[in-house]
């Protein structure tokens, strides 16, 4: 089987990009990726001469081309299916897609007013209505998929999948903006900050130079 590449943005600031590379990393699905940072004088360049989207991220998988996260995780389902990145029952299925297709379109708001940004210090600010609404509904969409289909695993169904990957960059930013969290939340929040990969990524992050001004807030 040809290689899987992941071309990605700055692992800092890129949301998107955090998405397919959680779900290719907690899954141990092999892979190579590169890394282009991100509104430099020839980002937009090199993200092109990989899709003519000119976005990250961008799978390449011998003579297939994936951009958008979530075409990515669904392709990844479907040429792994042992991997079993969707839940296997239908209803669980169905709640998952529904989920990971709600946080693609969705959350406007607390994506505006809370960039993701590993290495800012931890600190709350004042947060609009629109945000807390936002904050709000995945707060109780959290606790609904753990009730209703996570009670085997300390993921949103159980062992940790697509609808995971798709949150995991708002998983980041409620913790570095000190985001208040029901118990349930919390504790989901905690557990996938505490993953072997998403602690190999924030150490990467970590030790990237690169600055985005626009997802500098303060």
Not at 12 to 25: C, E, G, I, K, V
Not at 137 to 163: M, S
Not at 200 to 215: F, H, P, Y
Request: glycine residues 6%; aromatic residues 10%; proline residues 5%.
């Amino acid at each position: 089987m040809a290689k899987l590449h992941l071309v990605i943005g700055n692992k800092n600031y890129s949301s998107w990009s955090l998405r397919p590379w959680m779900a290719l990393t907690m899954a141990q699905i092999p892979f190579e990726e590169t890394v282009i940072p991100l509104y430099e004088a020839k980002s937009k360049q090199r993200i092109t001469e990989h899709s003519g989207a000119g976005k990250v991220p961008v799978l390449h998988h011998g003579k297939v081309t994936v951009w958008e996260s979530l075409a990515i995780l669904e392709y990844l389902a479907e040429m792994f299916p042992g991997r079993k990145l969707w839940p296997e029952s239908r209803a669980a299925r169905t709640a998952a897609r529904a989920a990971a297709t709600e946080m693609h379109s969705g959350f406007a708001a607390l994506r505006g007013a809370c960039p993701m940004n590993l290495h800012r210090p931890r600190k709350a600010i004042t947060l609009s209505d629109a945000v807390k609404a936002d904050i709000a509904r995945i707060d109780a969409l959290w606790r609904d998929c753990r009730r209703n289909y996570g009670k085997r695993g300390k993921f949103l169904f159980g062992a940790f999948g697509n609808a995971d990957a798709m949150f995991a960059p708002v998983v980041t930013r409620f913790d570095t903006y000190d985001i208040k969290l029901s118990p349930e939340s919390r504790a989901y929040k905690e557990a996938v900050l505490a993953t072997e990969a998403f602690q190999a990524w924030k150490k990467a992050a970590l030790q990237e130079t690169w600055t985005i001004e626009s997802s500098e807030i303060d």
